[in-house]
């Protein structure tokens, strides 16, 4: 990905719909007959011209820099298949985890400053923050003083992704106050499923907390919540009453949610859940009926380059941890041995940082067979853009 250039173009996804084929552009979407195309099944060379001057296979160029802060790395729940995890739990609620740490005043200034050097560099006048952990919310202090000092960087959208269970109305209003637009937690499967994964480290489960505590930031906030449900052989049966549960005890007007096929993320995790037509039709299946519910589901749309992980060098965004230690993702961070830098004195040079550099998981898990992947997806997202468009939601 190294040289990619964010003013081109990226390759469209072309699927096949109910009435015709989606041609899925970073630049929007479109739906097209089988006469735009050739016999071969490729875009017919005048169609493929109109489409490029409506500018659908056009990235446009972020003016914003993507970065995401650990504000502490300790977590107060014990979730088995954490990725944060650095071995197997013993049966227990508390497997070990990458070394605790919390981000500080004295760091926030060398990030932030940091920041600024790339802005001015890549000519960037925004910032989009995101707030990682662990659980960003053990160290309230530091998220409140990184929202409140990013403000002078530009700051158009800041996000949380968190567990749910500490955040207070009154830490949910003060937050708000200093921009924090969204959070987003994950759902295991319904509450049983849920609170037998999704475990505190002194024991019990966490349905409960994580949907009040969503439930009174949004009474009380204009923060959104974004529900994120992992879909793995131990929870699939129960996602379908999850749904229901969510939209009786959360506004959904409020709420995004989306589904992901959980890879095989954390130490000792295994992953058994194929890529069948079957499973397809089940995440078919709740995202028409979450939309129902009046949830906001998001469109398909084609991979684009990360701009933490897909570029070297930070160039259009960074992964801090709370020591100041840059990695290339969230999935690196926390691990010393693949830090490329330091947010005071930059990235180490290339040749040091070469087998360092990951990418981030992606939105449907990484193990399996790609084609099935690919096949999966199409047929997924396919149907939620012939929904959306059969009920009038979808925009380009
Ligand atoms: S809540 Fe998140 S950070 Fe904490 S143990 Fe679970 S997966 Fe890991």
Same mark, same amino acid.
């Given at each position: ?9 990226? !390759? ?20 097209? =007959? ?10 017919? !060379? ?29 977590? +107060? @729940? ?6 944060? $995890? ?8 508390? &497997? ?19 920041? =600024? ?9 925004? %910032? %989009?923050?995101?707030?990682? =952990? ?11 003083? @990184? ?82 449900? +992992?879909?793995? &052989? ?15 005890? %959360?506004? !959904?007007?409020?709420?995004? #949610? ?25 995440? #078919? ?21 990360? $701009? ?12 801090? +941890? !709370?020591? =100041? ?10 691990? &010393? ?11 180490? &040079? ?47």
């Amino acid at each position: 990905m190294e040289g990619s250039n964010r003013e081109d173009e990226a !390759p469209p996804r072309l699927i096949r719909g109910e009435r015709g084929w989606w041609l899925l552009g970073p630049g929007g979407v479109a739906r097209l =007959g089988d006469a735009h195309l050739t016999p071969a099944g490729a875009l017919r !060379p005048d169609v493929e011209r109109g489409l490029r001057e409506q500018g659908l296979f056009t990235v446009r160029p972020s003016r914003s820099y993507s970065l995401t802060v650990l504000t502490a790395t300790a977590c +107060n @729940l014990g979730c088995a298949y954490c990725f944060q $995890n650095l071995d197997q739990d013993d049966g227990g609620t508390s &497997p070990p985890r990458i070394a605790s740490v919390r981000l500080t005043s004295g760091v926030i200034a060398e990030i932030l400053t940091f920041v =600024g050097r790339r802005q001015a560099e890549s000519g960037m006048d925004g %910032l %989009l923050l995101t707030i990682f =952990g662990g659980e960003p919310l053990m160290n309230p202090r530091g998220c409140r003083e @990184l929202l409140e000092r990013a403000a002078g960087y530009g700051l158009r959208r800041a996000g949380m992704v968190s567990n749910g269970t500490l955040l207070t109305p009154r830490l949910a209003r003060q937050l708000a106050d200093l921009g924090l637009r969204y959070v987003q937690v994950t759902f295991d499967g319904d509450r049983p499923d849920h609170d037998r994964i999704r475990v505190r480290r002194t024991g019990g489960g966490t349905f409960d907390a994580i949907v009040g505590a969503m439930a009174a930031m949004t009474e009380t906030t204009s923060i959104r919540c974004d529900l994120r449900v +992992n879909v793995s &052989p131990q929870n699939v049966a129960g996602i379908d009453a999850l749904v229901e549960r969510l939209a009786a005890a %959360l506004d !959904p007007s409020r709420c995004t #949610i989306h589904f992901a096929r959980v890879g095989d993320a954390g130490v000792g995790y295994e992953d058994t859940l194929a890529y069948s037509d079957d499973l397809a039709d089940r995440f #078919i299946r709740w995202q028409r009926r979450a939309l129902d519910l009046g949830f906001a589901v998001p469109r398909p749309r084609v991979r684009r380059p990360c $701009n933490a992980c897909s570029y070297r060098d930070g160039k259009y965004g960074a992964v801090v +941890n !709370p020591d =100041g230690a840059l990695y290339s993702s969230w999935t690196t961070a926390g691990r &010393p041995e693949l830090r490329v830098g330091t947010a005071r004195d930059g990235y180490l &040079p290339r040749e040091r940082t070469d087998d360092r550099w990951f990418t981030c998981e992606d939105t449907y898990g990484r193990s399996g067979d790609r084609r099935e992947e690919a096949r999966f997806r199409d047929r997924v997202d396919a149907a939620h853009l012939d929904h959306l468009s059969a009920t009038g939601r979808l925009r380009a």
